[in-house]
């Protein structure tokens, strides 16, 4: 064993606490010896099927037990699973599979059309469903019971600010750390329940499962965010920590109305941007411990959370670094003073270590070991840091990352479309959503409902522009570049709303 | 920073939580925010006396806020603390200070006749009182701001079965991996507060002193252990977790009386060896909750440890191995079924490297990555651990260890003896003492006072023979290699006790 590896996570929970319930999905739980058992049954379905150490299986799967069952699995085998968001449109998938060069892809009922839709672009890749899957015999292989921190344990796409989506490469190791930085800020009790109300191909959802088995602890998996659910599940089955945004913990509190949370109740883990002084201020009153966070997928969820002594007094602040990750604010010249605004830059054994294909020495997101999140935002006297905008341009609808290159570039594949500029709109149930500028090719007939129908065949439906408005020219600068500011002013001229 | 580096971890804790209390010392107490710039001090005083990266100094200090002060000092400075244990005799420290090559001797006023003793015996080194340390003018260094996991922490001396003391190499990896170990069993509450009332040089205390400032919460010191200091502080101050030996229970519960302990105390960390059912019992009915461990300082502290929900059905267990270590018992043939006793055999990150001046290779504890501890023990069919014998002839009396092999060279360094064995008697209060058997050289006067005094002069007080009995021929094999277990026996036929 070299100092990198360590014991399967999955194995020693099941030797060291067999009987506690690890994952429970509607009427149904599993205790870690139980989740164990199915899930070596699992990894040895799939090596029957030819899974090798190192392979690449893409996961396309909606919300349930069956997402840690695959993940562990996998990771008993060495296999690197590529987690595919299920909302993204067919051809969306296929570009990434085809990217992670995917020997493999397994997948629920529900997505069966999706599926067939990728595989008649793709001859050859093979698709297997999930119910077929587990009918599979099972080989006689034996399963290595340590894991190497070094080895890559997922992938996750994640839109760069081309447009076009990077897969980013976790290892055990940045997991690992992930949930160290978490338990030091966050506490471990053993009555913890932790719900997943979020996607489990999010970073988000996935760091919970991942906990779950180092910490302990059962998880509460719900298909989707339901706020009466949700709560329901506080006030009734003992959960004392949530990962929400923003937008579901609105809902949740006007859903709960007079009630309340158990005293039991003890982490609202809050990601996706600052919770409004006004939702904060509910929480106060109702004794609910919001834990706003700040992270990305290169980070393995959380780098920075405000500890909860700072909840009241660093409104709208993000916290500090987790105790093994570091955060400073830069520009091109260098660290920034305290309340100066910059680029956000981090460093830590979470951080990734690159994209797939790309080198990390030649990306320029890495310089001297740092990652240049393309976040801006700055620190207080105190270190404290607060977020101002999510990397430029970015687009962020109910959750999800809509990079405006990325839905410009599909405009633009439409022949009629000469220029198409996308920029954020302020929506009160999504929190944004992307709006379009497009100049029209002058000889061709255009409408805003065939361009929407040719966006949803190419791109998920979140990220299909609100509305879509045609103009005759797009603001740029002398160097031609498109100014997405100005769109912005123009949006507001616009009366800023849908 | 290269992977196996990261954030200072009291610049860290004090960054992330300054204002929470870190160390209470009697009425004193300070902040993480007020701790780490008295380190801060005390390390650019150190710097100032020409301490730098990799240096050896030895600290001999009572139990106080002064140990993790000048240990976190040399900490920031990279330099290697050699805890010494300040029970030992002159000699014995000479020799290991010696051994160490430290540059720089740190001691309390109250040990100075042992420290002109060693002086005596050493001209040219270097003796700081404390408080002269603390009185020295500070430099201008600019202290590092991050640690280098690999790097070596804390030299711990531990007698060998061969007698000769062994620096056990502890690295700031191997302390913070235990620090995680113990967290994903025990928990973090943010209102724990850990009681120290054993030795700070040995392992157990100074592992409490590490976690303090990797997990946020305050350390009470006490400097020596009064069963009702003890139980004030867990009934009066909030204290959460207390780490003792199995003696020191007994004793608390005698002065506890029909009084119990508050339902926040949550956690009585037990070493040295398996609690007596008896005892176990009486912590039952008061509802203390009893963590039975296992550990070493080869192993920074506990490997195993006896999850809260076994306590009952798994009487006697050290329980099993904490999440990032494995545990096999071992015999020269390879594995043992459950239920075999053999030796017990470790490894995990929080293993040691190996031992000062003798490279891991050549070491025969040190086997294909593995640790072997020299303890006798087996688990049963679930993995549980149950330890049968400390490391071979080794006597524990009070909690420290005393090996036989030692205080034997002792006494053949009287000239008057011409054979001695040593064995280890059971005691009441002590749990063993050390028992002598010696042949005298036939022409020479002998009494037992006068070994005895030529004894406590070279010995710690603790190692000195509690009896000496004198016999004509000592018990020995075919290779005339000294039969210890043949020694216990005649102990036996003459009471079994003194």
Redo the contacts between chains.
Sequence with gaps: ?T?QQ??NWLA??A??????ICLVDGPVSWTFQELNDYVQETARRFYCLGVRQGDFVAVLLENSYRVPQIIYALQYLGAVTVLLNIRLAAPELAWQIQDANCKLLVYDAGLSDTVETIKSGKAGMKALLYDDLIALPTADALLPQNLDLEAVHTILYTSGTTGRPKGVMLTN?NHWWSA?GS???L????EDKWLICVPLFHMSGLSIIIRSV???IPVIIQPKFLPQAVNQSIQKEGVTIVSVVSSMLARMLEQLGNNRYPDAFRCMLTGGGPVPESLLQQCRKKRIPVYQTYGLTETASQIATL???YMDSKLGSAG?PL????LLIMDEHGCKMPGEVGEIVV???NVTNGYLHSKKEKTTAFQA?WFHTGDLGYTDA??FLYVLDRRKDLIISGGENIYPAEVEAVLLSYPPVLEAGVVGCEDEKWGQVPVAFVVAAGDVEITEEAMRTFCRERLAHYKCPARIYFVEQLPRNAANKLLRRKLAEWLSERGGTL
Tied chains: 1, 2.
Excluded at 15 to 20: E, K, N, Q
Excluded at 323 to 326: K, L, M
Aim: aromatic share 8%.
């Design positions: 064993m100092e360590m014991p020693k929970r030797f060291l606490t067999p009987d506690r190791g160290m338990v030091l800020n506490g471990l009790h053993i180092i910490y302990g500890s909860p002594e500090k105790f093994p990750s570091e460093r830590g054994p070991g105190e270190g």
